[in-house]
């Protein structure tokens, strides 16, 4: 018996599914084309799960799936009038989608004649304009710190990962902002002793332990701040935004030395420098370079598959 679910599964089956598998076997370079398709359905669907996952949609949605198990169930089992009744909401099935999905939708539609697609499949921004901005919010709480003289480590992670350290610390995984920045330094919290360990984009944790430059030729003068963040910033490649709780002063670890007394602007230009364009410029070389020996290693193929065929002629 076939389940009716508003089609005819088995004509269904015959003339698309088989016809499709019998093309694909006269034409064996359509299963690239397929392959493409499958990965498009595949994501657009992640894409649409991971929009409506934790709203109230998703419940919309669990209670559907439930539904369509149901009318399979009840086809199965021979319940004909309950399987006609699920049959009949079945059918209405696309309509009730358009009227309890209308906001989402709405959203969707809206975002697909702006500029805000990418936000739609949850790329908010690529990784450098991020990056940029979470300095400019590191560089905004640095100043407000400086300004009311409250001592600050914010440790910067690059291509050399500092997990045993981000470990001595009070996980958070929260978003880089000023605000959050400010209030983790303010005096007699539970987090303002120790470093803010910032890794993908992210304070990874808060109140971390730093290892401590010994160096002789360090100046006396320098706190303890200063020296872990020396400390670290020779241990790994990581940069480090001090903020003096003496003197209000902003300074920057970097391999081992100390760019001391640096004011706003500054600030800014040494962090971008170094993590912005070093690193994203040295990226799109690599990606340049590899484009170049793909293409370099098709025309080879090309090449050689040509040989023979001119040998033949």
Not at 83 to 109: H, S, Y
Not at 178 to 204: M, R, Y
Not at 219 to 234: F, M, N, Q, V, Y
Request: with cysteine; glycine share 6%; proline share 3%.
């Amino acid at each position: 018996m076939v389940i009716n679910l508003g089609m005819n599964w088995e004509n269904f089956y015959k003339d698309n599914i088989m016809s499709y598998i019998k093309s694909l076997q006269e034409n064996p370079f359509e299963l690239i084309t397929l392959i493409i398709d499958l990965a498009i359905v595949i994501f657009l669907v992640y894409c649409f799960f991971k929009v409506v996952r934790g709203s109230r949609a998703w419940q919309l949605i669990k209670g559907i799936a439930l539904l369509i198990i149901a009318t399979a169930v009840s086809g199965l089992l021979n319940l004909k009038i309950l399987n006609w009744i699920l049959t009949g909401i079945m059918n209405l099935g696309v309509i009730a989608i358009i009227v309890i999905f209308q906001p989402e939708l709405r959203r969707g539609l809206e975002q697909l004649g702006t500029n805000k697609l990418t936000r739609f499949f949850g790329i908010d921004k690529d990784v450098a304009t991020k990056t940029k901005e979470d300095i400019y919010k590191i560089v905004i709480a640095a100043t407000e710190l400086s300004k009311a003289k409250t001592g600050a480590l914010i440790v910067l992670e690059r291509d050399i990962k500092i997990q045993d350290i981000i470990a001595t610390g009070i996980p958070m995984e929260a978003e880089v902002s000023p605000q959050l920045l400010v209030n983790i330094f303010e005096p007699k919290t539970p987090l303002h002793d120790g470093a803010v360990v910032i890794s993908g984009n992210k304070i990874a944790a808060a109140a971390c332990v730093l290892p401590l430059a010994d160096d002789k030729d360090i100046a006396k003068e320098l706190g303890t701040r200063h020296r872990a963040a020396i400390g670290i910033s020779k241990e790994s490649d990581s940069i480090v935004v001090i903020v003096s709780e003496e003197t209000g002063k902003m300074s920057v670890a970097k391999d081992g030395t100390l760019i001391a007394d640096v004011r706003e602007e500054v600030l800014k230009k040494i962090l971008i420098s170094n993590i912005v364009t070093k690193r994203f410029a040295t990226e799109k070389k690599e990606r340049k370079n590899k484009l170049k020996e793909i293409k370099q290693n098709i025309k080879e193929q090309k090449k050689q598959e040509e040989m023979p065929r001119q040998q033949n002629k």
